[in-house]
T-cell receptor, first 114, second 111 residues
């Protein structure tokens, strides 16, 4: 158990819909990262927040947005969903905002868009 | 644009022997390289990292080698154990704090 929790575990929704994925970091960690893992793909870095502020941005689509709240939990919002958005979405946390500090990954949320 | 590549989707090794997992990258501006291990139905777990100014880092049975001129890194596991069977991802971190992951290599250690 990494200490990072993600809800829900599974999500099935239709194209065009909007969903919110939630992540609670390990106690004491200030950074939250979001990743997408599609079938046969590596992990794609989406975005990082550090202590409530956006720190780094990867290949995140404009239809996707994220935020980190004062209690440090984070939400990833996916809108106008397409079939290609079906993937495993991971959240990770680390104590620091930069550098190769160890990231602790949650178990992921599996999103299926039908 | 796949900046980090793992060209071997799978690898099988006998228990007790050395496992060598390879990774290539295209961007010479990466600051750090990392290896993660992933079991089914779990998130990745950090294994070991190396700074771009070093060529070797060792942690117990795990050693990472970096060849900057070839833009290549490798993870050596010695001796390999059945519990090492997992998918291994290499990742690179740039100065903008963006992470790039490879597609993973599935390692099977045969008892």
């Amino acid at each position: 158990d990494s200490g990072v929790t993600q809800t829900p575990k599974h999500l099935i929704t239709a194209t065009g819909q909007r969903v919110t994925l939630r992540c609670s970091p390990r106690s004491g960690d200030l950074s939250v990262y979001w990743y997408q893992q599609s079938l046969d793909q590596g992990l794609q870095f989406l975005i990082q927040y550090y202590n409530g502020e956006e720190r780094a941005k990867g290949n995140i689509l404009e239809r996707f947005s994220a935020q980190q709240f004062p209690d440090l939990h984070s939400e990833l919002n996916l809108s106008s969903l397409e079939l290609g958005d079906s993937a495993l979405y991971f959240c990770a946390s680390s104590v620091a905002g930069g550098g190769p500090y160890e990231q602790y990954f949650g178990p992921g949320t599996r999103l299926t868009v039908t | 644009d796949q900046q980090v590549k793992q060209n071997s989707p799978s690898l099988s090794v006998q228990e007790g022997r050395i496992s060598i997992l390879n990774c290539d990258y295209t961007n010479s501006m990466f600051d750090y390289f990392l290896w993660y291990k992933k079991y089914p139905a779990e998130g990745p777990t950090f294994l070991i990292s190396i700074s771009s100014i070093k060529d070797k880092n060792e942690d117990g049975r795990f050693t990472v080698f970096l060849n900057k001129s070839a833009k290549h890194l490798s993870l050596h596991i010695v001796p390999s154990q059945p519990g090492d069977s997992a998918v291994y991802f290499c990742a690179a971190l740039n100065t903008g704090n963006q992470f790039y992951f490879g597609t993973g290599t599935s390692l099977t250690v045969i008892p």
